[in-house]
């Protein structure tokens, strides 16, 4: 199912307890659907650097700000979409962690279930084996990504069941070793074609619709990004700059 065909997309919920079905259903399809795109959902920041440190721009300063909150917080939706190089879909509890409250708002507005969560949530252990079992690791797949280096810091944390290396090279090279370097985060990678500001005005540039579900929930974000990848792959203008599109470079890291 093409993902610019009007037909009905469904996000799948995904629980502990139908956990191993869901990523066999993945791992059956990844042979033809090699392109995914991921993103999370997690509860704000708790660290914030002072804006003179922002405004320099300087990666290393920034992924010591990414690793103490993504050290000290708990990941709340963890979202991937899966399709081919055309664009095709397969057919198939907060009080006792760190949070920012209004993260957390927002999220509630949006429809996130945090007492199923709490209820039915995933061991974030438990996701890390289903990964590397199911193989959706170890660089046999195209991510697609926006402005994700705390989706990565996140996934990382998960699959090594521990804190994020020390610094952003040891950072980069975890990142290769799980994932390959076919990584696009889309507000960095794509900035060639002059496309600014976030996932919800990037879409709108491209005249790209969000066909399910609502923002800042981490399936319909997910969906969103890879449309919005797609209808640049298939650009004319894509064709002509394709060399010139940098992987493995995360948004705020390079």
Sequence with gaps: MSIFVNKPV???EVFADNLEYEFMLIQSALHNYSFVSMDTEFPGTIFKPDK???QLGNPEV??????VNVDALKIIQLSLTLSDSEGNLPDFGTPFYHYDKESIELLKRQGIDFTRNKEKGICSRDFGM???IFGLGFGELTLVTFHSAYDFGFFLKIL????????????????TYYFGCMIFDIKYSFKIFNL??????????????????????AGSDSLLILRCF????????FKQCNQKLSALALYGLV
């Design 130 to 132: 289903m990964v590397l």
């Design 196 to 217: 600014h500001g976030g996932l919800e005005k990037v879409a709108k540039t491209l005249n790209v619709a969000r066909v399910a579900g609502l923002s800042h929930q």
């Design 230 to 237: 797609m209808q640049i792959k298939n650009a004319k203008a």
């Design 62 to 67: 920034n992924y010591r700000f990414m690793k």
């Design 10 to 12: 469904i996000v799948r």
């Design 160 to 175: 090594t069941q521990n804190l994020l290396p020390p610094d952003l090279k040891s950072f980069m090279r975890h990142l």
């Design 52 to 54: 003179r440190f922002v």
